[in-house]
């Protein structure tokens, strides 16, 4: 064996197990260190070290013999070489389907209505909430402007996707009250969704809308108001037909 991958709890410890499979003195191998061990935050974010151990050329070693004296070493040496292969996995592939922003640690964003987070044990995104949202985290409400997020923790987002305006109109009589203004606000239909973010240290969570005008007046019902009003002759019916076609607000004399 001329190079093999090592993991421990310590990097000494990964060094001496390194050389204990390879059967091998330090002198003999060069050592490099992948991975330096970390205790975490509670638990949280705890790494092994992994340390690569790759044999001088110059040195040759009878590892036949050396199998034959040592009880049991081909299964461990066997052991150790899958060990190996999941190791290099880890550490030389990156994720499948991410991009190199979503890799880095302490970043957050949105994307498809969902919320994800990207963080370790010393780096964590941040976020500011905006009017219209609800957010949980761990089920529990958020009642401040801005948190802190962390992929331990699950969270879900609350707002209202769909409401509707409703439209409003009015006819005002003016000029000695012979003449008629008709104002028309037509309604909104909203439909809303949360705004997509690239992966940052910060990100803001906020809505987007989409909003469809709404016209329900009918020809019918200014007549009837008219008539209400006593206002029978001198119609413009084209201001009429105007009113029930527009999507804005609109003041129709």
Same mark, same amino acid.
């Given at each position: 064996?001329?190079?093999?991958?090592?993991?421990?709890?310590?990097?000494?410890?990964?060094?001496?197990?390194?050389?204990?499979?390879? @059967?091998? *003195?330090?002198?003999?191998?060069?050592?490099?260190?992948?991975? #330096?061990?970390?205790?975490?935050?509670?638990? !949280?974010?705890?790494?092994?070290? $992994?340390?690569?151990?790759?044999? $001088?050329?110059?040195?040759?070693?009878?590892?036949?013999?050396?199998?034959?004296? #040592? %009880?049991?070493?081909?299964?461990?040496?066997?052991?150790?070489? @899958?060990?190996?292969?999941? =190791?290099?996995?880890?550490?030389?592939? %990156?994720?499948?389907?991410?991009? /190199?922003?979503?890799?880095?640690?302490?970043?957050?964003?949105?994307?498809?209505?969902?919320?994800? /987070?990207? *963080?370790?044990?010393?780096?964590?995104? =941040?976020?500011?909430?905006?009017?219209?949202?609800?957010?949980?985290?761990?089920?529990?409400?958020?009642?401040?402007?801005?948190?802190?997020?962390?992929? +331990? +923790?699950?969270?879900?987002?609350?707002?209202?996707?769909?409401?509707?305006? %409703?439209?409003?109109?009015?006819? *005002?009589?003016?000029?000695?009250? $012979?003449?008629?203004?008709? &104002? /028309?606000? %037509?309604?909104?239909?909203? *439909?809303?969704?949360?705004? &997509?973010?690239?992966?940052?240290?910060? $990100?803001? !969570?906020?809505?987007?809308?989409?909003?469809?005008? /709404?016209?329900?007046?009918?020809?019918?019902?200014?007549?009837?108001?008219?008539? @209400?009003? @006593?206002? !029978?002759?001198?119609?413009?019916?084209?201001?009429?037909?105007?009113?029930?076609?527009?999507?804005?607000? #609109?003041?129709?004399?």
């Amino acid at each position: 064996m001329n190079e093999f991958i090592s993991k421990a709890s310590t990097v000494e410890d990964a060094i001496d197990r390194g050389l204990h499979v390879m @059967n091998i *003195s330090q002198k003999d191998v060069n050592i490099e260190v992948l991975q #330096v061990n970390t205790k975490g935050f509670i638990g !949280i974010g705890k790494k092994q070290a $992994i340390v690569k151990l790759k044999r $001088i050329k110059n040195t040759q070693q009878n590892i036949e013999k050396t199998t034959n004296s #040592v %009880p049991n070493l081909e299964k461990f040496v066997q052991e150790a070489l @899958n060990e190996y292969k999941e =190791t290099e996995e880890l550490v030389k592939k %990156p994720p499948m389907n991410t991009t /190199v922003e979503e890799e880095k640690e302490g970043v957050a964003w949105i994307q498809n209505n969902e919320l994800f /987070v990207n *963080s370790s044990h010393d780096k964590y995104a =941040t976020a500011s909430i905006k009017e219209g949202i609800t957010l949980y985290k761990n089920e529990e409400k958020i009642t401040k402007q801005t948190i802190l997020l962390s992929k +331990d +923790d699950e969270y879900r987002v609350e707002y209202e996707e769909f409401y509707e305006k %409703p439209m409003s109109w009015k006819i *005002s009589i003016i000029k000695n009250e $012979i003449e008629a203004i008709l &104002d /028309v606000y %037509p309604g909104e239909k909203i *439909s809303r969704n949360l705004k &997509d973010v690239a992966p940052s240290e910060h $990100i803001t !969570i906020e809505l987007q809308s989409q909003k469809e005008p /709404v016209n329900t007046l009918s020809k019918a019902d200014i007549l009837a108001e008219l008539d @209400n009003k @006593n206002i !029978i002759f001198g119609l413009n019916h084209t201001a009429i037909e105007n009113a029930l076609e527009t999507k804005e607000q #609109v003041d129709l004399s």
